[in-house]
Every structure is written in structure tokens, then in C-alpha cells.
T-cell receptor, first 112, second 114 residues
């Protein structure tokens, strides 16, 4: 049972445009959400997080939006740059043991 | 220093070998983790250490044996592995476990069992 779902395995965007990566979750106990970026042959790098008491968190070009009623979050990257090309993992935590549950990832390709 | 350092980066071992993966962080984090990641899959939690004590074992087979000698080091001892154990093994740390803090990941050890 996949509790964190990233339904788009890949996304291709033109440089300078907005990238929107989506994530859905099923566990209503999740109360903290994170986005990680992963380049090939490297470990995931923390990007941005949001607590369930907020609906938006912004850090430079990256903004995460949380819609608790829809159990949906999204990561917006504006403007997208070729260096943003990587796999993006959505992760969630909450409930009794606080472990991070990851989605399968979305491969973002930003074309020059 | 915001690094989590893992050694070795690559490891090839036979099914009868004994080897160890090492992980080190100097951020003063008191929670450390082992994850396993197969190709095109998300990282899967294996173990959590909190204040050098094993807090979570996600039903990992005993051929994987974690060890936390001190607050900066985390080892994963491997013995009698199977080819299906081939994967990227990621170490991570966070300030504490069970609080709203992000985890920092190492680059991983690419393990191949032959």
C-alpha cells in the first residue's frame, strides 16, 4: 500500500518556465512533508519542507503548497534552470513512529 | 560541516563474504538512519538509531547488522548476503528523531552481491 504517491514518473520543462511537481498522500496522520532532490550516483538532498499547520512555504525559487483536505502537495520551481534536472522525491512523516515515507520520485528535465 | 560521509562508495562482495559499510557525521545529530534504495524505487527505511540506541528495525533480515559505536558513527555489517540485496545503501542523520527536522543523506554505497 503506497501511502505517498507521485503519479508522474517524469516531467520536461523549458528553462525559465515553471516546474510543478505533484504528490498525493493517503495517511491522514502525516503532519510533516519534505521534498528531496537526487542527482544520479548521489544521496538525496533536502530541498524544502512544510508542516501541516501551514499551507505554503517558500524558499527562493522553490515553493511548496499543501492542501490538507485534498491530501495533496506540490512543489513549484520558478524559474526552472537546467541544473534543476534531477529526481525529486516527496516524503511524509507522522503517526506513531515518525519514519519518513517516500514517494517513487519524479524525474524533472529542464531543457535549455 | 553539513556532510554525511559514507564509505566505501562502491562495494562488490560475494555471498560468503563479511563486509561493513561506514557512515560518519559531525553535525551533532543524535538520530542516524540506514536506508536501502533499489533502482527506480524510493528509499526504504531499514534502521533508526536515536542517541546511539536502536529505535527502529523495519523487519530487516539478520544478515544486516547495524552498529552505532558513538554519536558520530554508524556502521552496517553485512554477512551472507544474497544477490537481491544489491542496492544503493544510504545513511542519513537528523538533529533528533521524531521532530520536525530534515534528514541529511550521504552519497550512498553502491553494493553489488555476486
Amino acid at each position: 500500500d503506497q501511502q505517498v504517491k507521485q503519479n508522474s514518473p517524469s516531467l520536461s520543462v523549458q528553462e525559465g518556465r515553471i516546474s510543478i511537481l505533484n504528490c498525493d498522500y493517503t495517511n491522514s496522520m502525516f503532519d510533516y512533508f519534505l521534498w528531496y532532490k537526487k542527482y544520479p550516483a548521489e544521496g538525496p538532498t533536502f530541498l524544502i519542507s512544510i508542516s501541516s499547520i501551514k499551507d505554503k512555504n517558500e524558499d527562493g525559487r522553490f515553493t511548496v503548497f499543501l492542501n490538507k483536505s485534498a491530501k495533496h502537495l506540490s512543489l513549484h520551481i520558478v524559474p526552472s534552470q537546467p541544473g534543476d534536472s534531477a529526481v525529486y522525491f516527496c516524503a511524509a512523516r507522522g503517526g506513531s513512529n515518525y519514519k519518513l515515507t517516500f514517494g517513487k520520485g519524479t524525474l524533472l528535465t529542464v531543457n535549455p | 560541516d553539513t556532510e554525511v560521509t559514507q564509505t566505501p562508495k562502491h562495494l562488490v562482495m560475494g555471498m560468503t563474504n563479511k563486509k561493513s559499510l561506514k557512515c560518519e557525521q559531525h553535525m551533532g545529530h543524535r538520530a542516524m538512519y540506514w536506508y536501502k534504495q533499489k533502482a527506480k524505487k524510493p528509499p526504504e527505511l531499514m534502521f533508526v538509531y536515536s542517541y546511539e540506541k536502536l529505535s527502529i528495525n523495519e523487519s530487516v533480515p539478520s544478515r544486516f547488522s547495524p552498529e552505532c559505536p558513538n554519536s558520530s558513527l554508524l556502521n552496517l555489517h553485512l554477512h551472507a548476503l544474497q544477490p537481491e540485496d544489491s542496492a544503493l545503501y544510504l545513511c542519513a542523520s537528523s538533529q533528533v528523531w521524531a521532530m520536525d527536522t530534515e534528514a541529511f543523506f550521504g552519497q550512498g554505497t553502491r553494493l553489488t552481491v555476486v
